[in-house]
């Protein structure tokens, strides 16, 4: 069945670094793929999404690149702030016989230190 | 920008009572779900609905669950009776007529419902 995996956390990383968070996933069909952040004490946000292979989705300095070759969907940010600390979400959601629904991984716990 | 709302915010609930769980879809979607999440844990698919009747539920979705669409516009979760494995945070989500030829419809959150069962 249809499945994501991402890197286990927690990240700390300074403020201004590089962020990577490593996504990827097992699915029949195309799917579409995206990353929801949830912050402390708030429910999900779709940060990013991509619908099909080679697509780049991008949002508030992240982006992720649609991977069909490699079946991942990698979430990157060039310098990250404390206002970023937050769990993120990779999810995909794909047709199945009830209908769509999307599945996530067990998300990644993202701290910034000043 | 439409959004999907949640109520109550928090509930705090007694082992074996029942609680409703209430959510407004954005107006125009035709799919609705409902998700939960453990603290702590990843969130999981329970119940999908379309067109007033399940599509595919997850086997977390027994017989002490069910969902409605009582109008034009609540979509509803009910727990019959919980019980202290039922706390979580419940989110309800939605999305629009299939428009991308098969390829998966983002789906948009609400807040969720903190839901403790004591």
């Known amino acids: 069945g249809n499945s994501v995996t991402q890197m286990e956390g927690p990240v700390t990383l300074s403020e201004e670094a590089f962020l990577t968070i490593n996504c990827t996933y097992t699915?029949?069909?195309?799917?579409?793929l995206f990353w929801y952040v949830q912050y402390p004490g708030e429910g999900l946000q779709l940060l990013l999404k991509?619908?099909?292979?080679?697509d780049k989705g991008s949002n508030k300095g992240f982006e992720a690149t649609y991977r069909k070759e490699t079946t991942s969907f990698h979430l990157e940010k060039g310098s990250v702030q404390v206002s970023d600390s937050a769990v993120y979400f990779c999810?995909?959601?794909?047709?199945?016989?009830?209908?769509?629904?999307?599945?996530f991984g067990a998300g990644t716990r993202l701290f910034v230190k000043a | 920008e439409p959004e999907v709302t949640q109520t109550p915010s928090h509930q705090v609930t007694q082992m074996g009572q029942e609680v409703i769980l209430r959510c407004v879809p954005i107006s125009n979607h035709l799919y609705f779900y409902w998700y939960r999440q453990i603290l702590g844990q990843k969130v999981e698919f329970l119940v999908s609905?379309?067109?007033?009747?399940?599509?595919?539920k997850s086997e977390i979705f027994d017989d002490q669950f069910s969902v409605e669409r009582p109008d034009g516009s609540n979509f509803t979760l009910k727990i019959r009776s919980t019980k202290l494995e039922d706390s979580a945070m419940y989110f309800c989500?939605?999305?629009?007529?299939?428009?991308?030829?098969?390829?998966?419809?983002?789906?948009?959150f609400g807040p969720g419902t903190r839901l403790l069962v004591l």
């Open positions: 991509a619908t099909k292979a080679d």
């Open positions: 999810a995909l959601s794909a047709l199945n016989t009830g209908g769509f629904k999307t599945i």
């Open positions: 699915a029949t069909g195309y799917p579409s």
């Open positions: 609905f379309y067109n007033n009747e399940i599509s595919e």
């Open positions: 989500a939605s999305s629009p007529f299939y428009t991308n030829r098969g390829r998966g419809e983002t789906q948009y």
